[in-house]
């Protein structure tokens, strides 16, 4: 449904976007990650046909950008970041409106109307002034806009962003269900949001794609830790744990009885069996041995320059 190849695009001397390559399959629902500035509505406006890429090739839908354009503004459904809406304009005026821009006929656009309307739960505030709606609202009279021609594809870039929880709740609902027969592009800085509602994750850093693939799988990817806690105080066993084979970074966790460490590795499981085989010994009570898996946080954090993902107490859940 979306297939980018080596896609760039500069501002003027800026690189917004550097050799971008993915592809989406039909009925995907993708999560679009990166720290503000990275090339996420770059890229969407480029996918839907409003800005031209310097290079690259790029089909939606079908068609092939830049020469379709039209054809991939018919095709794809796009809210951009901040929803360009008529506010004086009644919300069904408004939408008439967008359905004529986007060249549906008469018949058409009742029937568009009422559909889009139906799947953005807009019924009732129809005949309601769109700055008189609350953001929720408005967000939601930019998705209609976005589904009025039935668009395989959805382009939504930032939802969410600004609205009240409960507003939170029901957009993702929404788009959970468009979720079900659309091919979905999601950019958020909520992470929670992409957990909930996305199979896939692309993450863009400085106008590169660092990243893609399933949340779990990343983070599988990533170094993760092993938590051990004991009844009593290690004494000279503690520095058999830093000469385990497969640990690194073996730091000391405080707990009010008994002594903990946290162990970081890349092979858990192994890691794990020589834990027990030292516990064993060396006569020690252990009373607590877990695995402690990347948060997509700390996935996020490290393709993209922030904390590296390492394990603290804090990160962790607090103190033991
Ligand atoms: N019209 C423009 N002219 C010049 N620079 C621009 C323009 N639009 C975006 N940029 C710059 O290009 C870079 C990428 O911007 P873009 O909006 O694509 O990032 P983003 O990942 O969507 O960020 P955010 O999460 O803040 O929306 C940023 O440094 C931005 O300042």
């Known amino acids: 449904m979306i297939r980018v190849h080596r896609l760039s695009k500069s501002y003027g001397s800026f690189r917004a976007v550097q050799d971008v390559s993915f592809e989406i399959e039909r009925g995907e629902v993708v999560g679009f990650l990166g720290p503000n500035g990275a090339g996420k509505s770059t890229t969407m406006k480029v996918l839907c046909g409003y800005l031209v890429a310097d290079a690259g090739e790029v089909e939606v839908a079908g068609a092939k950008l830049p020469e379709q354009g039209p054809l991939a503004r018919a095709r794809v459904g796009y809210l951009p970041e901040s929803t360009p809406l008529y506010r004086a304009m009644r919300v069904d005026r408004f939408l008439d409106f967008a359905a004529r821009a986007k060249g549906l006929g008469r018949s058409e656009r009742r029937a568009a109307l009422a559909r889009a309307v139906a799947a953005a739960d807009l019924l009732g505030y129809l005949d309601r002034r769109i700055d008189q709606l609350s953001k929720g ?36 609902e929404l788009i959970r269900e468009l979720g079900r027969t659309k091919t979905v592009l999601l950019s958020t800085h909520v992470l929670g949001e992409v957990s909930e509602l996305c199979p896939r994750v692309l993450i863009l850093s ?28 290690l004494g000279s066993a503690r520095g058999s744990f830093d000469a385990l084979e497969g640990a690194f970074d073996v730091s000391d966790v405080p707990v009010t009885n008994g002594a903990a460490l946290r162990l970081r590795t890349d092979d858990p499981d192994g890691l794990a069996t020589r834990v027990l085989d030292l ?38 859940g607090g103190p033991v």
């Open 206 to 233: 400085g106008g590169r794609l660092v990243a893609d693939g399933a949340p779990h799988a990343l983070a599988a990817a990533r170094t993760s830790a092993l938590f051990v806690r004991f009844t009593a105080s």
């Open 279 to 316: 516990v064993r010994e060396r006569g020690l009570e252990l009373v607590e041995l877990r695995h402690e898996a990347p948060t997509l946080e700390q996935v996020f954090a490290a393709h993209t320059g922030g904390r590296d993902g390492r394990f603290d107490a804090v990160e962790a």
């Open 137 to 172: 609202y408005r967000q939601r009279v930019g998705l209609a806009q976005a589904l009025l021609a039935d668009p395989d594809v959805l382009v939504l870039d930032e939802p969410t962003s600004g609205l009240d929880p409960n507003e939170v709740v029901r957009i993702r």
